[in-house]
């Protein structure tokens, strides 16, 4: 059996790496993907906690937190793949000349 603080680790390493590619990346699907690897950490957070304590609402939370990233994934192509057709670009630095 795995400890818990083994899976704290791990997700603070997640988070830490999906932090630092929204922080440091200009490109949207890389922030995208690093906005879905958060989300993802805090998941593991929940799921450890719920089996060490021996709770199910953890796992619930993360079976809807699962259900409004699969619907931010599919709004947030979306509106990528729109830009990409209107500017040639996904650089974040030119998504704010979106303005008019």
């Known amino acids: ?5 083994f899976y704290l680790a791990l997700s603070a390493i997640l988070f830490s790496i999906g932090a630092l590619g929204v922080l440091v990346r200009r490109n949207a ?4 993907m ?19 304590y021996g709770l199910q609402s953890g796992q619930i ?3 809807f937190v699962m259900a409004v990233a699969a619907a931010e994934v599919a709004v947030g192509l979306a509106l990528i793949v729109t830009i ?10 030119d998504m704010n000349r979106l303005k008019g």
Request: charged share 15%; net charge neutral; no cysteine.
């Open 29 to 32: 699907l890389v922030v995208f």
């Open 84 to 93: 990409y057709r209107s500017r040639q670009t996904i650089d974040i630095d």
């Open 61 to 63: 939370f993360v079976f």
């Open 1 to 5: 059996m795995i400890p818990t603080h």
């Open 34 to 52: 690093s906005i879905e690897l958060m989300l993802n950490a805090a998941n593991l957070t929940m799921v450890a906690f719920a089996r060490q």
